[in-house]
């Protein structure tokens, strides 16, 4: 949360130039650069969020320089993902509301990071400037876990993006609700990918409801109704862009479809079930001989888990 003394502040910081490095994270507060002591987002849903901070705790983050890719905040404990990232959190939150208002993001990499799970920026934190925010989605972590994830690029010569038309003078808190509706709005249009239910029924009709790994088939009532997932290979959505196909697709159970998606059951090339944790094979996957299966679906999952089986 904004520390009540320091009210957002989105843009440059007088006095900051671009490249200036601070010893700690008490100079970058009193600078007005990041205002908050530890979260790495300064803001929230109300006010939005004006700064980030790069050091290294996320194992998803991708830094390209002029494009990065920073991972949310949430579900960490002793340094370690135990559970999914919520948009409902203080600083992601924030940040959807920062792209909705099309306001700047300033950008903080720690230096010199070091450390296991609790990883530090031993060298001190250096401005990168401006960024905004290109996109944002939800997808599965390397930990198996859903995370928030934001595209951020470089403002070229600390060009502020154009902000929305201002509301009017007599709008009050009226206007302010309907701003926030309208994040929410962008929030559900990120989580909710478009399906073709057809595939996913195909699919399900083709295995008559039965696991493609574990071969177990679960009723659900006397009149042999059973359940069972459709499992995306190549994860939906941003950034795997996984194609809804029907060679993308598998039929499995609760079980074998959380650790599918975690990481825990990898496909080799001819297809074994490998538990890539006690690095042992588990199964054949069963195939029906009308259901064709793309190898570079199943090696764009392998992928996400590199080193995990050989």
């Not at 671009?18 to 010893?23: A, K, L, R």
């Not at 924030?94 to 903080?108: D, E």
């Not at 926030?180 to 962008?186: A, C, D, F, G, I």
Request: net charge neutral; glycine share 10%.
């Amino acid at each position: 949360m904004a520390n009540a003394s320091q009210p957002v502040i989105f843009g440059s910081v007088p006095g900051v130039q671009e490249g200036d490095v601070f010893p700690n994270r008490e100079a970058l507060r009193l600078a007005k650069v990041h205002r908050v002591g530890q979260a790495g987002i300064a803001g929230g849903a109300r006010e939005g969020a004006d700064s980030i901070v790069m050091s290294g705790g996320y194992p998803d983050d991708r830094d390209q320089g002029d494009v990065i890719y920073y991972t949310g905040h949430g579900g960490r404990e002793n340094g370690v993902q135990v559970r999914d990232q919520s948009w409902s959190s203080p600083g992601n939150a924030g940040l959807v509301r920062t792209s909705a208002m099309r306001k700047p993001v300033r950008v903080v990499e720690g230096l010199d990071i070091r450390g296991g799970r609790r990883r530090r920026a031993m060298g001190g934190y250096r401005y990168r400037g401006l960024y905004r925010i290109a996109d944002f989605w939800m997808t599965a972590g390397v930990e198996g876990f859903q995370v928030c994830q934001f595209e951020l690029r470089k403002i070229v010569s600390e060009e502020v993006p154009i902000p929305p038309p201002a509301p009017a003078a007599d709008a009050g808190a009226e206007q302010e609700t309907e701003v926030e509706r309208n994040v929410r709005r962008l929030v559900a249009a990120r989580e909710e990918v478009a399906r073709d239910w057809r595939v996913a029924y195909r699919v399900k009709e083709m295995y008559n409801d039965r696991c493609q790994i574990c071969r177990e088939r679960i009723l659900v009532s006397l009149d042999d109704q059973a359940f069972s997932n459709c499992a995306h290979i190549k994860a939906l959505g941003r950034p795997h862009d996984g194609p809804d196909r029907i060679e993308n697709v598998l039929c499995l159970c609760p079980n074998c479809h959380v650790r599918f998606d975690r990481g825990v059951f990898l496909i080799t090339d001819d297809f074994q079930v490998i538990d890539s944790l006690r690095r042992e094979k588990v199964a054949d996957l069963y195939r029906a001989d009308e259901h064709e299966i793309a190898i570079e679906y199943v090696q764009a999952h392998r992928s996400r888990w590199p080193g995990r089986i050989g």
